[in-house]
């Protein structure tokens, strides 16, 4: 038993090695664009009783210097004062729009109906997608994400959507979950294997959605609005990224463990979704991280060479740490040389159970 764990562990020591190795020499940047984009944008948004949010943040995306945007919100059976705030705008802007949804339908989940009535509305092609409680990091984020098309084969451009940093421990671990997650995507997307997005910034082109069918065979599954669709139509050829943090939007965090649970649920649910490749691709990493964490743990208790575990551990965990030290800061999501430890070692634990759970859970719903 002790020998097998043994191999488990240096099997599973070598993978995570060899990714962070790969990870660290990954050029993480914006790629060089000849020009600025002054194809017009629609920016889309769905929104459910998000009052407060649309009165702060709607004003804030139509202060953008962009030449030609606009804004359309499909406001989902909202039953808040939501409405009246999205009048008043689109009496003040011009390039403001918005769609009122006050039905389900049978055929497809409601926030995906929202965003495809919106989408239809879109009077260009660049279309540009963000949530009601987000905000442009900077003025330039509309221009910033549109450079991300310079060619006619440019169909999608992947963004990073950051959350507001605030004291306590949550707020800590959303930080690195969400500097974790967007360091593998990104990474991925980089060595021309791009697998998600987040719609909390994210564009494509609206031809390449229609030709899709839309959100196709995933249109009853609440979540993957995001990824399942990048999952879907994203090649090599047709992906960019936008990682510098004037592209960014930054989100409101979850404030309570019980709200978080449930976003992550929600999130956690649609893996089972991606294309096999990319479900054998994540789900060895995250198994080679958890069971090189467990591995550590059990062969302490046996007491089998610490010298050689504490080496090859300790490798893992100084690429680790300086990957997301250099990309954290990069990023605007700096984080501690101690938190990174800690949560490194804790993420896949806690990420594992959410992630039984999700699946385990037969009613998840958007809002």
């Known amino acids: 038993m002790i020998e097998l764990v043994s191999y488990l562990f240096f099997f599973s020591l070598g993978i995570q090695i060899l990714f962070w190795i790969v990870t660290l020499f990954t050029p993480f940047k914006d790629e060089k664009y000849t020009s600025q984009n002054t194809e017009g944008v629609s920016i889309i948004i769905a929104a459910r009783n998000e009052y407060h949010n649309l009165r702060t943040f709607i004003p804030k995306i139509l202060e953008q210097n962009h030449p030609q945007f606009e804004v359309i919100i499909a406001n989902d059976r909202s039953t808040d004062n939501s409405s009246e705030i999205l009048r008043s705008f689109e009496e003040k802007y011009a390039n403001f729009h918005y769609v009122e949804i ?105 031809d390449v959605f229609n ?29 960019r990224i936008r990682v510098n943090p004037n592209a960014h939007t930054i989100s409101v965090p979850k404030s309570s463990w019980h709200e978080w649970l449930k976003q992550k649920k929600r999130h956690l649910s649609v893996g089972k979704y991606y294309k096999m490749a990319d479900k054998i691709i994540l789900a060895g990493l995250s198994f080679s991280h958890l069971t090189s964490c467990l591995s550590l743990i059990l062969l302490f208790f046996h007491k089998i060479n610490p010298i050689v575990i504490c080496l090859l551990f300790g490798i893992r ?31 896949p634990f806690y990420q594992t159970s959410i992630g039984i759970i999700s699946q385990l859970t037969k009613k998840i719903i958007w809002k």
């Not at 069918?213 to 993957?224: C, N, P, R, V």
């Not at 030290?325 to 990069?330: A, F, P, V």
Request: with cysteine.
């Open 317 to 347: 965990l100084c690429l680790v740490t300086l990957v997301i030290k250099r990309r954290g800061e990069y990023l605007d999501m700096p984080m501690k040389i101690w938190e990174i430890c800690i949560f490194d070692f804790l993420f």
């Open 102 to 206: 006050e039905n389900q339908h049978s055929d497809i989940v409601p926030k995906k109906y929202a965003l495809s009535t919106a989408i239809a509305k879109a009077s260009y092609n660049t279309l540009l997608f963000t949530d009601a409680d987000c905000i442009p990091a900077s003025n330039s984020w509309i221009q910033e994400m549109s450079d991300g098309y310079q060619n006619d084969n440019d169909q999608i451009v992947l963004g990073i959507g950051r959350y507001f940093s605030e004291d306590g421990f949550l707020n800590r671990v959303i930080q690195f979950e969400t500097l974790w997650t967007a360091i593998h995507y990104i990474t991925f997307a980089i060595l021309g294997k791009p697998y998600m997005g987040v719609g909390r910034n994210l564009s494509f082109r609206k």
């Open 211 to 239: 030709t899709s069918e839309g959100y196709g065979k995933h249109k009853k599954i609440l979540s993957g609005d995001d990824d399942l669709l990048i999952n879907r139509i994203a090649t090599a050829k047709n992906t």
